[in-house]
């Protein structure tokens, strides 16, 4: 309900009062959550597009799709969060650069065009097609989206290559910046210690690249099944390798962190200590359980050389663990950071509402919506190539 | 000389490329220069700023700062009472521009055990979240220390929270004082969490950022803070450090003082005499 305090949270032992007033609620764990889902379903068509990776071609186009419908709702919650979201623009208008916040909408903006100009340039030849067979007002969008430019000859297709390919290059370090920003805005929080690591940016990004893949196969698969199309073997195991190593290297660095903050024993390590024992148990218990079940599910994938059906459940199964693990380590990381008092002297326990604007309902609503965009938009620019629809060898 | 040179390199296109080249390079960095300067003036009172129309007051004679005697404290709570009424603060147990904390050791305590007027057994004692009481709880219990601590915003000289508001709706004045612009604010608390020491709160009716102004309105008419108004033992202490004379200098002059959490590098501008280690 707007204009009230949703809950005052319960906690132990000793935290300053103001705090029981939990700040950033669940509506924050989505948002860098999507932002995530994003950067990796980007870095899966870069893979193709600037890496030459070809056993991606055949969900480049969808990822780069399923990019732009989840990028449209980045800023959704952040809207939803705010106290004043008619001022969202001051931010815009006059931003303040000492804050990373401030960065936000031209970060985003920036982003969203640039994958709006590389859709154009990766589906122009479609585009063109389509604006010649469709009638009506469908056609009618189509001839509009050409933008006057009707040339599919060899020479114009190679140029729109060139474009994608540059677009695509330039998006790899905006991908990373994107997320890495997000990283930073917890990360360089002196005020909490569960956020304050040079690490943050760094564990956001990879983990974010590892849920993206996820959202990717599981999108992937599902669409092949729906489309009753043969899924492209060498595809699945090329992202179960990408998907290995990036979480690999997330646990290994996550891992390590853990490690260094326990050895140190820094003043306040015991409330560290309860607060994964404690408010975040089953959160940690989520993110480490689901992401080493992952793990040994695509090394066994990788290692037995699976295909077919085996390949496609296991990977499904990977993609839906990963996406339930990185979200536990969003929850883990934006609501344990706020239970953890600033006094290191005490506990609190966040209970998102139901309902109300920044309830659980509310975050699914806003979940859902890419995933309904994007359908609308595969219908409207369809990414598969013909031949994504035979099986192919690896 | 210099015509010599010039006129050299007149005759030579790939020089003068070159030198506009380097000069586009020289342009970026100081381009580059000036903005990363941008988050140490920032952290600084923006001198340039069109002084508040208060008549007979200059923001730029002034330099407030804050002290708390914990050793006089006596946990009334009439401070934290006062403050809500002067500054229309939300009337609940879990919004404050002021609140005391109560550290109490029994024998053989390694640890203070901590408690504030927010706690809910305090809030059963005085039966009210707008009247404010510590119970009674270590009446017959063998209490080896105890003392009571006020905290309030710290007015930092490199505010944490001042850095991070992505509008500028929060900012320092001159005087060093740290406020909101309430019809600024974008309300998406960043700067609540950036305050180690829990000091701001959200207004949920305002939907904006709420914290303490050190009553800027009474202190920029020559009046003191409606807590240390109220203080009856004179544990708040208040004034300029430009006036060698006043409360605050002769507090500070006179006791050996601390802040808290000092690692953050916020400097705060509020000192304490008679606090002790599990005070942060």
Redo the contacts between chains.
């Keep these: 309900m ?4 949703a809950q ?1 949270a319960p906690y132990v032992g ?8 939990i ?2 609620s669940v509506l924050i764990v989505i948002y860098p959550y999507i932002t995530g889902l994003v950067a990796g379903a980007f870095i899966v068509s870069s893979l193709y597009h600037v890496f030459g990776m070809e056993r991606f071609r055949t969900v480049a186009r969808f990822a780069l799709l399923t990019a732009v419908s989840f990028m449209f709702f980045v800023p959704v919650p ?1 809207l939803f ?5 008619q ?2 623009f ?2 815009v208008l ?9 960065a ?1 909408s031209y970060v985003a903006g920036f982003y969203i065009c640039l994958l709006l100009l590389e859709i154009w340039f990766a589906f122009r030849a479609d585009i063109v097609s389509l604006s010649k067979t469709k009638g009506g007002l469908l056609g009618r969008a189509y001839r509009i989206l050409t933008l006057g430019s009707d040339d599919v000859s060899g020479n114009a297709l190679a140029i729109d290559h060139k474009f994608a390919f540059a677009l695509a290059v330039i998006g790899i370090p905006a991908a990373g910046g994107l997320h890495g920003y997000v990283g930073f805005l917890f990360g360089s ?4 210690e569960w956020w304050s690591s040079d690490l943050m940016p760094i564990i956001f990004l990879l983990s974010a690249v590892v849920s993206g893949i996820g959202l990717l196969v599981v999108l992937y698969v599902a669409y092949s099944k729906f489309r009753k199309a043969a899924l492209d073997d060498a595809c699945l195991q090329g992202l179960a390798k990408t998907m290995w190593a990036f979480l690999t290297v997330v646990l290994l660095i996550e891992g390590l962190e853990l490690l260094e903050m326990f050895y140190k024993q820094l003043e306040g390590i015991e409330m560290v200590q309860r607060l994964i024992e404690g408010p975040i148990r089953y959160g940690m218990f989520l993110q480490w359980g689901l992401s080493l079940m992952v793990l040994a599910t695509l090394s066994y994938l990788i290692l037995t050389h699976a295909r077919g059906r085996i390949l496609a459940t296991g990977m499904f199964a990977a993609g839906i663990g990963m996406m339930l693990g990185v979200l536990a380590m969003r929850w883990n990381v934006v609501i344990g950071g ?1 239970e953890l008092s ?4 005490g506990l609190l326990i966040y209970y998102p509402e139901i309902l109300g604007h920044e309830g659980l309902l509310a975050v699914l609503f806003i979940f859902l919506c890419p995933f309904i965009v994007l359908w609308l938009v595969t219908r409207f620019l369809p990414p598969w190539e013909p031949e994504a629809g035979k099986e192919v060898s690896s | 000389m210099e015509s010599d040179t010039s006129e050299a390199k007149k005759a030579e296109p790939g020089s003068a490329l070159r030198r506009n080249f380097l000069r586009a390079i020289g342009a970026g960095v100081a381009c580059a220069g000036v ?1 990363m300067n ?2 140490l003036r ?2 600084t009172p923006a001198e340039e700023a069109a002084p508040p129309d208060i008549p007979g007051y200059d923001w730029r004679k002034h330099k407030w700062a804050f002290g708390v005697d914990a050793t006089r404290c006596i946990g009334c709570l009439r401070c934290v009472e006062a403050c809500k009424a002067e500054n229309g603060v939300t009337q ?5 521009r002021t ?1 005391v ?1 109560r550290y109490v050791y029994l024998e053989g305590d390694e640890h203070a055990r ?5 706690d809910p057994g305090n809030i059963a004692a005085s039966g009210s979240q707008q009247a404010f009481r510590f119970d009674n709880r270590y009446a017959s219990a063998p209490v080896e220390k105890a003392f009571f601590v006020p ?1 309030l915003c710290n007015h930092c000289t490199h505010p ?1 929270c ?8 929060t900012y320092q004045t001159p005087d060093g004082v740290v406020l909101i612009d309430h019809s ?7 700067c ?11 207004n ?6 709420d914290k303490c102004t050190w009553c800027y309105h009474r202190i920029t008419k020559g009046l003191q803070p409606a807590c240390v108004e109220v203080c009856p033992v004179e544990a708040r202490v208040f004034g300029d450090r430009n006036d060698p004379d006043s409360p605050i200098s002769r507090f500070i002059r006179n006791n050996r003082v601390s802040v808290l959490k000092p690692q ?2 916020n400097a705060p501008n509020v000192f304490y005499a008679g606090i002790d280690k599990e005070v ?1």
């Design positions: 707007i204009g009230t305090m005052a000793y935290v300053y009062p103001n705090e029981t007033d700040p950033w952040l969060h705010l106290g004043k979201p001022r969202a001051n931010a006059t931003p303040h650069w000492t804050s990373a916040m401030s936000f929080l002196k005020s909490r706020q600033k006094t290191m002297k | 903005w941008d988050p920032a952290a609940d147990a879990h919004h404050f609140w904390e901590v408690d504030s007027q927010s905290k944490a001042v850095q991070v508001c992505p509008t500028g709706a600024y604010c974008i309300g998406c608390q960043y609540v969490q950036a305050c180690p020491y829990g000091a701001r709160e959200f949920h009716a305002m939907g904006v950022t953050t590098g942060s």
